[in-house]
């Protein structure tokens, strides 16, 4: 299982709101596609998948504020 | 921090939004695969009311059918930020970069893009600063550029607009950047026949050549 985080986003970025998910709970995905938008006060970055799986479980739904290396998901590869 | 990177620049002119925005995803996607580092687009867009990711509805201030007779169109964006507004005698500038050349750091990226700005009017002997925690560009309190992205992949798109010589009183439709906040431009510090719009592009792109290629 691979866990997906927030990344280390730079200089002042300490949190983000998750802002979109790409996919739902359940669905497979691609190695590379975009999985989740997160937004910051003037940014948004999208993170792609790190793996090829299935998203099994989303720890931190749209609108959550989570803070950099937090945990917001899961793919079974 | 500038490893190896260098861009190019592309004035599009007057163009309409999504037209810039439709260029930006093309150059993303070519940056993305390698095949270039950076481009620095400069264009300018016909009235338009862009809302970012964090945009409240209630941040645009005249109903749609006032602005649609106005001839301003309201679309949403997917940059970061709140309401701001673009119109003719503003300056977009889209530095679509790299970020892996750039150490992958969203937060200097964006104080880089002040710092560029801030040196540009510093020239002009415009006294330009940013403020903590509002990013962007002030000059007495007053804001003068705006700044807001996106990052996909890595790499980074949408990003400053610079009034230079707008007319200001169409930002009293919206609360720009959700603030309320009073907008500037260059005009109001230089003489008309000081503001060369061409030459503010080349002494721009120099800045941002100083700042993100020349650490």
């Not at chain 1, 989740?36 to 940014?43: G, H, I, N, P």
């Not at chain 1, 299935?54 to 793919?75: D, F, H, R, S």
């Not at chain 2, 790299?98 to 006294?127: C, H, P, Q, T």
């Not at chain 2, 930002?171 to 503010?200: K, W, Y």
Request: charged residues 20%; hydrophobic residues 40%; neutral net charge.
């Amino acid at each position: 299982m691979t866990k997906i985080i927030l990344p280390e986003l730079g200089e002042g970025i300490t949190k983000a709101v998750v802002s979109y998910w790409y996919f739902q709970a359940g669905q497979a995905v691609k190695k590379g596609e975009d999985l989740v938008e997160f937004t910051t006060d003037k940014a948004t970055f999208n993170l792609p998948s790190p793996v090829s799986g299935k998203l099994t479980e989303i720890l931190a739904p749209e609108g959550q504020n989570v803070n950099v290396g937090q945990a917001i998901g899961n793919i079974e590869e | 921090m500038s490893s190896g990177f260098d861009f190019e620049v592309l004035d599009l002119g007057l163009i309409d939004y999504q037209k810039g925005f439709s260029w930006q995803q093309d150059l993303v996607n070519e940056i993305a695969s390698g095949k270039r580092k950076g481009v620095l687009i400069f264009c300018e867009h016909s009235p338009v009311i862009t809302l970012g990711r964090s945009a409240k509805k209630e941040n645009v201030l005249k109903p749609g059918e006032q602005l649609k007779s106005l001839g301003i169109e309201v679309v949403a964006a997917n940059r970061g930020g709140d309401v701001t507004l673009h119109l003719p005698g503003q300056l977009v500038v889209y530095p679509v970069f790299n970020l892996r050349y750039l150490g992958r750091d969203i937060g200097l990226f964006l104080r880089n893009m002040e710092k560029a700005v801030i040196s540009l009017l510093n020239d002009y002997r415009i006294k330009a600063t940013a403020l903590e925690g509002s990013t962007g560009v002030w000059v007495e309190q007053k804001k003068i550029a705006s700044i807001g992205i996106a990052v996909k992949n890595w790499v980074a798109y949408h990003g400053v607009s610079l009034n230079i010589n707008c007319n200001l009183d169409l930002f009293s439709l919206i609360r720009p950047c959700g603030q309320d906040i009073i907008m500037t431009s260059m005009a109001r510090f230089i003489h008309f026949n000081d503001l060369n719009v061409s030459e503010i592009k080349i002494k721009l792109a120099d800045k941002f050549k100083q700042v993100f290629t020349r650490g």
